[in-house]
């Protein structure tokens, strides 16, 4: 991140609507792609801590859209009565963001305090708890009216669309990386099938999160319900399946996706039970069948879509997810590898669980008609 020190931030700070000044900062290490630091301000006595993001302008090119949706978003779901969403605090001049001289857009929001994230959910309960959160959200977003969102990365889980540029990277081998890569291309082909398996031309577009990382979920520290999702830059036009397989892969992940020790990477049976279970206690009413019967796949494609993106970076020397050492991304992608090899032992149980569970809700809903 350019901007570090505390008399920057201190600036930036003081471009927003917000009372109080700046006292201390603290960088979030969380996050890929953009950079998040809580800021502590004084007002009259006491402190209140705050977000502040730079949003990443290589990685989302129209931050003015991206922060429409935002606000968009987050004040339908306040137009419910509903809590379980971010505050964006406007800039002095009315505005979403503020654009510095550097040429950064930065976005501030009160920090939601008594909550709990995490990257390996502690017990089954939090999983159900993300679960039903994440589906609430789609559910809430499901009668935004006016225009659609504006989509803030084209093709953003276009599956063939990343095996294409990994075929494309691996052949022009430009920072000669290949040779590190070893079986993963083998690996990678046999499972090509995945990029087409999700009939997404045939399923609803819907309003839907994209990014449903566990740790993009905050749950209340006494209660253990869902408090808000966060990080809500992919919010945008798209298919339900993929949220609900990417919070399986990170659910569902003995480890998180640092992990080196590939011998610990397991697919975790229990905690997809209670996924399963959250997210159709929150959708049931909104599914289609279609999207029921994809449901099973989707975990599986998100999680060899990530190993294929991080696999590419690597190979382009490190373009876009940050990075602390030179082999992260390798790593990264060869985790996703192993869960989906473990996902695969666990396929007929994924089908078994949906279909269950299913069904359960589908009777429950039959005999109130009847
Ligand atoms: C990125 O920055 P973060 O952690 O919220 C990425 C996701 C990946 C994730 C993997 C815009 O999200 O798609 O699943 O890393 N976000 C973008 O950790 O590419
Ligand atoms: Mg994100």
Redesign the pocket.
């Known amino acids: 991140m350019n901007t570090t020190n505390d008399q920057e931030v201190a600036q930036i700070v003081r471009h927003f609507s917000v009372p109080g000044v700046f006292v201390s900062k603290k960088k979030n290490e969380?996050?890929?792609?953009?950079d998040t630091i809580v800021v502590e301000l004084s007002n009259e006595n006491s402190i209140k801590r705050y977000t502040l993001q730079r949003i990443n302008h290589q990685?989302?090119k129209n931050p003015r859209d991206l922060m429409d949706n935002y606000s968009r978003v987050t004040r339908h779901i306040q137009s419910k009565g509903s809590q379980e969403t971010l505050t964006l605090i406007p800039s002095k001049n009315g505005d979403l963001f503020h654009l510095d001289h550097n040429g950064n857009y930065w976005r501030m929001m009160p920090y939601i305090e008594g909550v709990h994230c995490f990257d390996v959910p502690p017990d089954t309960n939090y999983a159900y708890q993300a679960a039903k959160a994440f589906g609430r959200f789609q559910v809430a977003l499901s009668d935004l009216k006016g225009n659609p969102l504006i989509p803030t990365?084209q093709n953003?889980h276009n599956t063939s669309m990343y095996y294409s540029e990994y075929e494309k990277t691996r052949e022009l081998d430009l920072v000669n990386r290949l040779k590190e890569v070893g079986d993963l291309q083998e690996f990678i082909l046999k499972r090509k099938s995945l990029c087409s398996i999700i009939p997404v031309d045939q399923l609803p577009v819907r309003i839907v999160h994209?990014?449903t990382?566990l740790?993009?979920v905050l749950l209340d520290e006494k209660t253990g319900e869902g408090v808000s999702v966060i990080?809500l830059?992919?919010v945008m036009p798209g298919c339900a399946l993929h949220d609900f397989g990417?919070l399986v892969r990170t659910t569902c992940n003995s480890v998180d996706?640092e992990e080196i020790d590939l011998t610990k990477v397991k697919f975790l049976t229990d905690y997809f039970e209670s996924i399963v279970r959250g997210y159709l206690d929150a959708t049931h009413e909104m599914l289609t069948g279609a999207e029921i019967d994809g449901l099973a796949s989707a975990p599986l494609v998100i999680t060899y879509e990530?190993g294929i993106?991080f696999l590419t970076d690597y190979l382009k020397g490190d373009q876009?997810?940050k990075i602390t050492h030179p082999t992260q991304n390798l790593e990264?992608a060869k985790v996703q590898f192993k869960l989906l090899e473990s996902m695969e032992k666990s396929r007929e149980f994924m089908n078994e669980v949906i279909s269950v569970e299913w069904k359960v809700r589908s009777d429950r809903k039959s005999s109130v008609r009847t």
């Open positions: 969380k996050g890929n792609v953009n990685v989302f990365i953003f994209n990014d990382k740790n993009n990080d830059d992919t990417d996706e990530l993106r876009y997810f990264r």
